[in-house]
C-alpha cells in the first residue's frame, strides 16, 4: 500500500486560491456592476425629474416674462394713439429686438378691419379673436398680464428640415385699447416652448417633451409627434397614466419603450399654464433621456472592473508561485498571534521584523486592527448606553405625553358627563363645568399643536409668511395672554419697548408662539410674588456671538437683530441640566418644574420657529437668580 506524498505549500496555494478567487472575483464583479448599474439608474431618474422641474419652472417663468413684454408694448403711445402703419412697423421691429429667442413672429391687426397694421413675419395670417376681450372704461387702469390670451396654433407640415416641428407654437394675444376704452387694435406674438437640449451622453438634461392636459403632445424629441395625442403613440397607455399622475401632483421618473424596443428614461412634473384670466390649463413636463445615455459612464466602470478581477487573479498566481516559501513560516507566527488574541483576555503587540516588508505592515495593520477593535467595543458599549437612554426618553415620553393628554380628556368628559346628567344646581354651575371643560379642551389642542408643530417643522413642512408686525402691539398681546396666570401668583409683568424699534416683517402667528412660550415658561417657573420682564430692542450680531445657546454656527458681528428678551425672578436652572433646554421632551427637574405640566415641548419648538426666521435663542441662567432667554431674529424693516 502506498503512501501519497502532501502536495507542496505552493501547489496548494495556487491552485486553492484559483479555485476560490476566480469565482468570487466574477461573482463580485457582477454584483458590483449590478449595484454601480442599479445606483446610476437611480440617479439618473432622480436628476431628469429635478430636470423636468427646472424647464416646467423656465417654460412658466418665459411665458409669465412674454405676457408682460406685450402688456408693456400694448400700452405704447404709438399703439394706443393710433400712430401710422409706417410707425406701428417700426415699432414692431424695436418690440422685437428685446423679445426672447423663443419669439418668432410679431403682428398688430385692427380690429375693425382685421387687416395686418405691422408684422415682422410677413403676411401670416393670424385670426382676430378680438370677442375674446372687452371694452374698457376710457382713462381706465390699463391691462394686466392675465388679461393676454394663450393659445396654441397648430404645427406646420413635416419638411425636410423639421427641427422646426418639435416644439408647438403658441400664440400670445393681447388687446390694445384707445384712450376711450375702445378694442383697437390686437397684438400677436407667435413664439414656441423654451426646448433645453439633452447636452453630451453623460448629461442628465434630457430632451424636452410637453404634453397638455386633455393629451396633446406640445414638444417632443421627435418632430413627427408634435401635434398628435398621447392616444396616438404605442406607449399611450403609459403616458396617460403619467399625465394623470402629474396632474395629481406627482414628481417622478419612470421608463418608456418606443416600438423598436428602445428603453427611455422621463422624469415628469407638472405645470399649471395660465390661458386668461382666471382660466388655467396643466401642462406635463418631461424630460427624456435614451437608457444608452444613462448607462454612458458604466461602460468604463465595466473595463475597469474587468481590469481589477484581471490583475487579481495575476497577482493572486504571482504571489503563490514566487513568495509561497516565505510566506510560511511568518504566516504561521501570525496566525499563532491571532488565536493567543481569541483565546487570551490581555492584548499583546503582534510579532515584527520579518524579512518581507509587507508581513511587517500585516503585523502593523494586525496591531492597528486589535486597537481599532477595542476601540469598536468601546463605541458599541456607547452606543448601547445611548439606546437604552434613547428608550427610556421615548417612554418618559410616552408616559409624560399619555399623562398630559389624559388628564384634561378626563376633565372635559368628566364636565360634560356633570352637566348631561343633570348633576347641576343652577344654570351657572353648568356654565362653570363647561367653562372647566373648555379651559382642558383648549390646553389639550395646544399640546397636540405643539407635537404637530414639531413634526411639520423636522419634515421641512413649516413655511413663514413675513408680513409687517409692529413689535409693541405684539408685546402686548402676549403679555395680555399670560397676564390671567401671572395674577393668580401675583407675578408681577412689566413691559420694555425701544421706542425706535421699526415695523418689521415677521410671521406673526409663530412670533405670538415662540413669545408665549417664554412667558408662560417664566410664569409657570416663578415662584409667588415674583415678577417676570419683557424686554424688545436692537442688538448686533457682535452680542449675540457671545450668548449661549444651542446653535453654535458663526454670527456676522455687524448683523443687527431684534431682540426679545423675557427675565424671571425663578429658581434658576443648574449648569449641569442646561445642556438638557432645548431638547424635545424634556423638563429640568425642580420643585416647580415637578409640580408645572407640560411635555417639555416649548422650548425646543421655539428655538426651530426661530431658526426658520433666519435667528436662534440664547440663555442665560443662575441658580437662586432666575433666567434671562432672548430670541433674536434678522432685522428686516417694513416701510
Given at each position: 500500500m502506498g503512501f501519497s506524498h502532501p502536495a507542496s505549500f505552493r501547489r496548494i496555494l495556487l491552485s486553492r486560491i484559483l479555485l476560490l478567487t476566480i469565482p468570487v472575483l466574477l461573482l463580485g464583479e457582477y454584483v458590483v456592476y449590478r449595484k454601480v448599474r442599479s445606483g446610476v439608474l437611480?440617479?439618473?431618474?432622480?436628476?431628469?425629474?429635478?430636470?423636468?422641474?427646472?424647464?416646467?419652472?423656465?417654460?412658466?417663468?418665459?411665458?409669465?416674462?412674454?405676457?408682460?413684454?406685450?402688456?408693456?408694448?400694448?400700452?405704447?403711445?404709438?399703439?394706443?394713439?393710433?400712430?401710422?402703419p409706417q410707425i406701428a412697423q417700426t415699432f414692431a421691429r424695436q418690440v422685437e429686438w428685446w423679445l426672447p429667442n423663443t419669439a418668432q413672429c410679431l403682428q398688430i391687426t385692427d380690429v375693425a378691419t382685421g387687416g395686418t397694421v405691422a408684422s415682422n413675419c410677413?403676411?401670416?395670417a393670424i385670426a382676430p379673436q378680438a370677442d375674446r376681450f372687452r371694452p374698457r372704461s376710457p382713462n381706465g387702469t390699463g391691462i394686466t398680464p392675465a388679461d393676454v390670451l394663450l393659445s396654441v396654433v397648430p404645427p406646420p407640415p413635416l419638411t425636410g428640415d423639421s427641427s422646426d416641428r418639435r416644439s408647438a407654437t403658441l400664440m400670445l394675444t393681447a388687446p390694445v385699447y384707445s384712450a376711450a376704452g375702445e378694442l383697437t387694435h390686437l397684438l400677436h406674438l407667435h413664439t414656441t416652448?423654451?426646448?433645453?437640449?439633452?447636452?453630451?451622453?453623460?448629461?442628465?438634461?434630457?430632451?424636452?417633451?410637453?404634453?397638455?392636459?386633455?393629451?396633446?403632445i406640445l414638444a417632443h424629441v421627435k418632430p413627427q409627434v408634435v401635434g398628435q395625442t398621447i392616444a396616438q403613440q404605442p406607449?399611450?397607455?403609459?403616458?396617460?397614466?403619467?399625465?394623470?399622475?402629474?396632474?395629481?401632483?406627482?414628481?417622478?421618473?419612470?421608463?418608456?419603450?418606443?416600438?423598436?424596443?428602445?428603453?427611455?428614461?422621463?422624469?415628469?412634473?407638472?405645470?399649471?399654464?395660465?390661458?386668461?384670466?382666471?382660466?388655467?390649463q396643466t401642462w406635463v413636463v418631461l424630460s427624456l433621456a435614451p437608457m444608452s445615455n444613462a448607462l454612458y459612464d458604466l461602460q468604463a466602470?465595466?473595463?475597469?472592473?474587468?481590469?481589477?478581477?484581471?490583475?487579481?487573479?495575476?497577482?493572486?498566481?504571482?504571489?503563490?508561485?514566487?513568495?509561497?516559501?516565505?510566506?510560511a513560516t511568518p504566516l504561521e507566527t501570525l496566525g499563532n498571534y491571532a488565536r493567543d488574541i481569541c483565546d487570551r483576555l490581555v492584548i499583546q503587540p503582534a510579532p515584527s521584523n520579518f524579512k518581507v516588508k509587507e508581513l511587517n505592515q500585516l503585523a502593523e495593520a494586525l496591531n492597528k486592527m486589535v486597537v481599532s477593535l477595542e476601540e469598536q467595543a468601546n463605541e458599541l458599549e456607547t452606543a448601547w448606553q445611548q439606546a437604552v437612554a434613547a428608550s427610556q426618553l421615548k417612554s418618559n415620553f410616552l408616559?409624560?405625553?399619555?399623562?398630559?393628554?389624559?388628564?384634561?380628556?378626563?376633565?372635559?368628559?368628566?364636565c360634560v358627563r356633570l352637566v348631561k346628567d343633570g348633576c347641576c344646581d343652577d344654570w351657572d354651575e353648568a356654565m362653570e363645568f363647561l367653562q372647566q371643560a373648555d379651559d382642558a379642551a383648549l390646553h389639550l389642542l395646544k399640546i397636540i399643536n405643539d407635537l404637530l408643530d414639531m413634526a411639520k417643522i423636522e419634515a421641512g413642512r413649516v413655511e413663514i409668511n413675513p408680513q409687517p408686525v409692529s413689535v409693541l402691539e405684539l408685546c402686548q398681546q402676549c403679555m395680555a395672554m399670560v397676564q390671567p396666570s401671572a395674577d393668580s401668583k401675583h407675578i408681577a409683568l412689566t413691559l420694555t419697548?425701544?421706542?425706535?424699534?421699526?415695523?418689521?416683517?415677521?410671521?406673526?402667528?409663530?412670533?405670538?408662539?415662540?413669545?408665549?412660550?417664554?412667558?408662560?415658561n417664566a410664569v409657570k417657573f416663578t415662584p409667588q410674588q415674583g415678577k417676570v420682564e419683557l424686554k424688545a430692542w436692537q442688538g448686533r450680531g457682535a452680542q449675540l456671538a457671545q450668548e449661549q445657546r444651542p446653535d453654535q454656527s458663526p454670527i456676522n458681528p455687524t448683523t443687527v437683530y431684534l431682540c426679545l428678551e423675557v427675565t424671571d425672578s425663578g429658581l434658576g436652572i443648574p449648569l449641569e441640566r442646561q445642556h438638557l433646554l432645548f431638547r424635545p421632551f424634556q423638563q429640568i427637574e425642580s420643585p416647580l418644574v415637578q409640580a408645572a405640566e407640560g411635555t417639555g415641548l416649548g422650548l425646543a419648538l421655539t428655538k426651530l420657529l426661530a431658526e426658520l426666521h433666519g435667528g436662534t435663542v440664547s440663555f442665560e441662567s443662575q441658580v437662586g437668580q432666575g433666567s434671562t432667554f432672548r430670541i433674536w431674529i434678522p432685522l428686516a424693516t417694513t416701510e
Open positions: 437611480e440617479t439618473t431618474r432622480y436628476h431628469l425629474a429635478q430636470s423636468a422641474a427646472r424647464k416646467a419652472e423656465a417654460i412658466h417663468t418665459n411665458l409669465n416674462l412674454l405676457r408682460a413684454n406685450l402688456v408693456a408694448s400694448s400700452q405704447a403711445y404709438s399703439l394706443v394713439a393710433g400712430q401710422p410677413g403676411n401670416l416652448i423654451p426646448l433645453q437640449e439633452a447636452g453630451d451622453r453623460s448629461s442628465f438634461q434630457g430632451y424636452t417633451a410637453v404634453i397638455r392636459q386633455d393629451g396633446l406607449n399611450g397607455p403609459i403616458l396617460t397614466a403619467v399625465v394623470e399622475s402629474a396632474i395629481a401632483g406627482r414628481q417622478d421618473a419612470l421608463h418608456l419603450f418606443e416600438e423598436n424596443q428602445s428603453e427611455w428614461i422621463a422624469g415628469y412634473t407638472a405645470v399649471s399654464i395660465a390661458l386668461q384670466g382666471a382660466e388655467t466602470i465595466r473595463t475597469a472592473l474587468v481590469v481589477l478581477t484581471m490583475g487579481l487573479v495575476g497577482a493572486s498566481v504571482l504571489v503563490t508561485v514566487f513568495v509561497a516559501r516565505e510566506l408616559a409624560t405625553t399619555s399623562h398630559e393628554l389624559r388628564t384634561p380628556l378626563n376633565a372635559i368628559i368628566g419697548v425701544d421706542p425706535t424699534l421699526p415695523t418689521i416683517a415677521l410671521d406673526e402667528l409663530r412670533a405670538h408662539q415662540m413669545l408665549i412660550n417664554l412667558l408662560a
